[in-house]
C-alpha cells in the first residue's frame, strides 16, 4: 500500500498552532510526517530544539520523521540552521536546495529530495543515488508521463529510489528574496512585523477580473487553486508510486487525511463536503497542462 | 571582470564581439537552453561561424544549455552537449545535474560553468557542483544581496559571475514554476517564461489588455505604457487594492556596484538579453565595456558617467533600474 506524507507546513503559524498540529496528527492515518521551517529564515516560533522534541514525540507515535530543509538558503545564518538539521543521526533530511545536498553528504546522512529539488531524468536520480539519496519528490510541474518514465528508467537501472509525489494542498511554485507579504504591508523584509502569522493560509493574488492566480506566503508564491490527485492514486499505485504528499493546511486536514486514506485503501468514500479553506481545484500538471487547469 | 554579453543571432553576436564583449554566450535553435523564441538562436552552421568571427577576434564564446531534459528530451539535450564540443565552444553552461555528469565524464577538458538555473546561492551549494562535476565557474541568482554575494564569494570553490544588466528575475532561477503553472511552458521545461505564443493583446473600453493563455496580467489607460506581459510584473488585486504585487517592470543595473563586485573577486559581469536586438546589443555591450576599461583604469576613481546612465535607462523596462537584490532595503 502506498504510504501518506504530510509535508512540511509552509505557512506561517504560531508554536502553539503548529504544536496542536501535530498533537492531532500523531493520530492521524499518516506514515510520514516532514518538519521543519522550508520557507522563511525569520520564521522562528519554534527553535531548532522544538522541532526535535517535536520529531521525537512524533517517532514515538511510530511516525516516520524526516527533518526539511530551507528551500532558498542566502546567508551564513542559513547554512547555520541547515547544518543542525545535518548535525543528527535520528532522522533522515529532506533536501531543498543543493546546499542540503552537500551538508546531508558530507555528514553521512540519509537524505530524501524535496520537491524544489531539479530532478527532470534518471542520469539526475543516479547521481544522487551515488551520494546516498534515499527517496525524491516529483517536482511539481512534472507529470504523469513523466513520472512514468523515471520509474521505469530507475527500474531499468536497478535503482530502487522510492517516489513521492505532491498530491494534495497549495503547490509551491517559487521562492524569492523579497518577501511578498512585508511588501503588501509597505514593511521592510528585516522588520516585517511576521505578518504572514495573520495569514495561515497565505494571502490571495487575484486577477483584477477576480480570477483566483497566486498565494502569497512570505518569500514564496503558492498555486491559487488546490492541486488534488486524490482520484489518481489507483493510478499512482499501479505505476509504483511510494508516497503521497498532503500538504498542511489549518482546516480541516483530518478529513482530507481520512479520505486519501480511504482512497489508498480502495473504500471509495461518498463525497463529503470538507470544511476547507475555499480555493478552486486543479490538476492540470499531471495531464502535461498548464498547473492551473482542471482535467475531468 | 569579464564581461559576458548574449548573442540571440550570428548579427547579434558580432555586434556583441565589435563592441567590446570579452565572451558571448548562445543557445542552440531549439528548447535546450532558456531562451527559446521564435526564430532566435543558432543552428550548427551559424554557431560555426560565430564562434570563428569571435576566437579571431580574441573574444570566446559560451554555449547555454541550461534547461532540464525530461526522460524523452534526454538523446536530444545529451546531443546538444556533444554539438558544443564539436564546436569548440570554450565552456558549456548546464543546470542539469544529469548533463553536468555527461558532459564532465565525456569531455572534462571542456569548462562547465553552472547556469544561474541551477540555483546555487551559497558555497555549500557551489561545493555540491564542484565536487561532484568540477564546474569552473558559476552564475549566481538574482536574488542575493551584497553582502550575501560577499558571503558566498568569500568561500566559493569556484569562480563566479554575476548578473550586471538586464530583466530582472526577482525568484530564485531554476526553481519558479509560475510560467507552468499558468502555461504549459516554464523556463525549466521549455527554456520559455511567459511564453509569447500564450500572449494575447486586446483594446477594451477599460483599456489595453494584456493577456497569458486568457489569465489577465495587465490593464493599461490611456498615457500608460505597456510592457511584454511577463506574469510576474503585472498588477493583481491583493486583499482589495491593485498594485504590482510581486515586481514592477524595471531592469537591474550595477553600474553603480562594479567597483565593489570586483573588490570581492567577482570573475565576470553578465548581461541578460539574447532576445534583444543586434542594435540594443551594441549599445549596452558598448556602455559597459567603457565602465569596465573605465574601472581598470581608475579603480578607486571610478564614477559611473551620466552618459552611461542615459543610454542604459533607455533601453530599460519602464525606463527604470534598480540594483534589485543586491540593495537590501529592494527585499
Known amino acids: 500500500m502506498m504510504k501518506l506524507s504530510l509535508g512540511p507546513i509552509l505557512w506561517f503559524w504560531s508554536k502553539q498552532s503548529v504544536f496542536d498540529f501535530y498533537g492531532k496528527a500523531a493520530e492521524w492515518p499518516v506514515d510520514t510526517i516532514y518538519l521543519g521551517e522550508a520557507v522563511c529564515s525569520r520564521r522562528r516560533e519554534l527553535k531548532p530544539d522544538d522541532w526535535f522534541d517535536l520529531a521525537r514525540d512524533l517517532k514515538a507515535c511510530g511516525k516516520e520523521v524526516v527533518l526539511s530543509s530551507q528551500t532558498l538558503i542566502e546567508s551564513e545564518a542559513d547554512l547555520r540552521r541547515l547544518r543542525r538539521i545535518c548535525d543528527q543521526h535520528e532522522f533522515a533530511v529532506e533536501a531543498n536546495d543543493q546546499s542540503a545536498l552537500q551538508v546531508a553528504v558530507r555528514n553521512r546522512i540519509p537524505f530524501i529530495s524535496g520537491p524544489s529539488m531539479n530532478i527532470y531524468n534518471v542520469a539526475t536520480l543516479k547521481v544522487l543515488a551515488r551520494q546516498g539519496l534515499k527517496g525524491w519528490n516529483l517536482p511539481v510541474e512534472l507529470g504523469r508521463e513523466t513520472l512514468d518514465q523515471l520509474i521505469r528508467g530507475l527500474k531499468e537501472e536497478g535503482l530502487d529510489l522510492p517516489a513521492e509525489v505532491f498530491a494534495w494542498g497549495f503547490l509551491p511554485l517559487a521562492w524569492s528574496s523579497r518577501c511578498f507579504t512585508a511588501r503588501h504591508y509597505n514593511l521592510p523584509k528585516d522588520n516585517c512585523e511576521f505578518r504572514c502569522l495573520e495569514h495561515p493560509d497565505g494571502m490571495e493574488l487575484r486577477s483584477r477580473e477576480s480570477q483566483e492566480l497566486f498565494r502569497l506566503n512570505g518569500i514564496s508564491t503558492l498555486s491559487g487553486s488546490r492541486y488534488d490527485l486524490m482520484r489518481e492514486l489507483p493510478d499512482m499505485e499501479r505505476m509504483g508510486v511510494s508516497t503521497v504528499r498532503l500538504s498542511p493546511e489549518h482546516l480541516g486536514m483530518d478529513e482530507v487525511v481520512k479520505r486519501f486514506d480511504q482512497v489508498r485503501r480502495g473504500e471509495v468514500p461518498a463525497t463529503d463536503p470538507l470544511q476547507l479553506v475555499e480555493a478552486p481545484p486543479c490538476n492540470g500538471y499531471w495531464y502535461g497542462k498548464p498547473g492551473m487547469d482542471l482535467v475531468g | ?331
Open chain 2, 1 to 331: 571582470m569579464e564581461l559576458v554579453c548574449p548573442a540571440g543571432s550570428l548579427p547579434a553576436l558580432k555586434t556583441a564581439v565589435d563592441n567590446g564583449a570579452d565572451a558571448v554566450y548562445f543557445g542552440f535553435r531549439d528548447s535546450t537552453n532558456a531562451r527559446q523564441f521564435a526564430g532566435l538562436n543558432f543552428n550548427d552552421k551559424r554557431a560555426a561561424e560565430g564562434i570563428e568571427y569571435a576566437h579571431a577576434r580574441g573574444c570566446r564564446v559560451f554555449s547555454a544549455i541550461n534547461t532540464y531534459p525530461q526522460p524523452d528530451g534526454w538523446v536530444q539535450w545529451k546531443g546538444a552537449v556533444d554539438r558544443a564540443a564539436a564546436l569548440g565552444v570554450d565552456a558549456i553552461i548546464l543546470a542539469d545535474m544529469g548533463l553536468l555528469d555527461y558532459a564532465a565524464n565525456k569531455y572534462p577538458h571542456i569548462p562547465r560553468h553552472l547556469s544561474v538555473q541551477g540555483s546555487a546561492t551559497s558555497y555549500e551549494a557551489l561545493s555540491f557542483y564542484k565536487d561532484n562535476f568540477d564546474i569552473r565557474r558559476a552564475v549566481l541568482p538574482r536574488v542575493l544581496s551584497l553582502d550575501q554575494v560577499r558571503g558566498v564569494a568569500k568561500r566559493s570553490p569556484v569562480e563566479l559571475e554575476v548578473f550586471a544588466f538586464g530583466s530582472l528575475c526577482i525568484m530564485a532561477e531554476g526553481r519558479c514554476y509560475l510560467s507552468s503553472y499558468l502555461t504549459d511552458e516554464s523556463p525549466n521545461t521549455r527554456g520559455a517564461c511567459s511564453p509569447a505564443k500564450a500572449v494575447r493583446w486586446q483594446e477594451t473600453p477599460q483599456g489595453l489588455e494584456s493577456r497569458l493563455n486568457d489569465v489577465l496580467i495587465d490593464r493599461y489607460g490611456p498615457g500608460e505604457s505597456a510592457g511584454y506581459p511577463t506574469l510576474c510584473k503585472g498588477r493583481f488585486e491583493v486583499e482589495g487594492s491593485v498594485y504590482h504585487a510581486i515586481e514592477e517592470p524595471v531592469s537591474l543595473s550595477t553600474l553603480d556596484m562594479l567597483p565593489k563586485l570586483k573588490e570581492l573577486g567577482i570573475s565576470a559581469v553578465k548581461i541578460e538579453g539574447r532576445q534583444r536586438s543586434p542594435a540594443y546589443i551594441a549599445d549596452v555591450a558598448r556602455t559597459w565595456r567603457h565602465a569596465l576599461d573605465n574601472l581598470e583604469a581608475r579603480q578607486n576613481d571610478y564614477k559611473v558617467d551620466p552618459a552611461w546612465r542615459n543610454t542604459l535607462s533607455g533601453l530599460s523596462e519602464g525606463g527604470l533600474t534598480t540594483l534589485g537584490a543586491y540593495h537590501r532595503k529592494w527585499k
